[in-house]
């Protein structure tokens, strides 16, 4: 069974403080993305990456930066968190080769269950 | 732009279909997408539709894409309360890496 898993489902954090959120996928997946969830707003894409060592923005970078030192690994790093990053964070992960997994050739993202980040 | 868009709520009693809608604005789209995210949980591809097809029919779901329109919808048949979740609408665009998401339709199904 194919799995992204996240570090924590909910994580509090004061203003100020360097805030890390760890993201895993066991699919042998190129492409890593990071979008943050707000209602009204549905997904925005923060960063993603698509190879290691490899980033490029997305729509909403400011305040955030990303680490992909291993291919299975994307981190998303807030430098110095503040209250208007409270949100829901979700990671996912695609395949670039078609035939890999039933439905990789669609491109389809598989998601991980999300980090709840409340920045007090 | 690059919105998608379609409603924010739907509510509709048990057995009956739901149809969620959802426009789009980018006519080089190859695939679109309807994920389900259930309460708790990330996103999940519920079905999807190439850009060269009308329609496309999965058990309970059927796909209606509409190019001239860009307009896609969802129709969930005989809907039941554990079809209450939150659907997006999504599409890639030929070349680059990004799927852009609607804002997500919450689909309330009452008893």
């Known amino acids: 069974d194919v799995k992204v898993t996240q570090s924590s489902r909910y994580l509090v954090k004061r203003t100020g403080e360097k805030v890390f959120l760890e993201c895993v996928q066991d699919?042998?997946?190129?492409?890593m993305f990071w979008y943050r969830q707000d209602p009204g707003l549905g997904l925005r894409l923060i960063y993603f990456s698509y190879d290691v060592k490899m980033k490029e923005k997305g729509d909403i970078p400011e305040g955030y930066s990303v680490s992909r030192e291993k291919k299975e690994r994307f981190s998303l790093i807030l430098e110095s968190a503040s209250t208007n990053q409270t949100s829901m964070y979700l990671c996912a992960s695609s395949s670039m080769i078609p035939g890999q997994g039933t439905k990789s050739s669609y491109n389809e993202q598989f998601f991980g269950p999300g980090t709840r980040l409340t920045v007090l | 732009g690059e919105d998608v868009e379609q409603s924010l709520f739907l509510s509709v009693r048990e057995g009956d279909s739901s149809v969620i809608n959802c426009t789009y604005t980018d006519s080089s789209s190859t695939y679109l997408y309807w994920y389900k995210q259930e309460p708790g949980a990330g996103l999940q591809l519920l079905t999807y539709?190439?850009?060269?097809?009308d329609m496309k029919q999965d058990q309970r779901l059927t796909v209606l894409l509409n190019k001239k329109d860009k307009h896609l919808s969802l129709r969930i048949a005989d809907t039941q309360t554990g079809d209450s979740a939150i659907y997006f609408c999504a599409e890639k665009r030929t070349g680059g890496f990004k799927t852009i998401f609607g804002a997500g339709t919450r689909l309330f199904v009452k008893a």
């Open positions: 699919m042998d997946h190129e492409n």
């Open positions: 539709i190439f850009s060269n097809m």
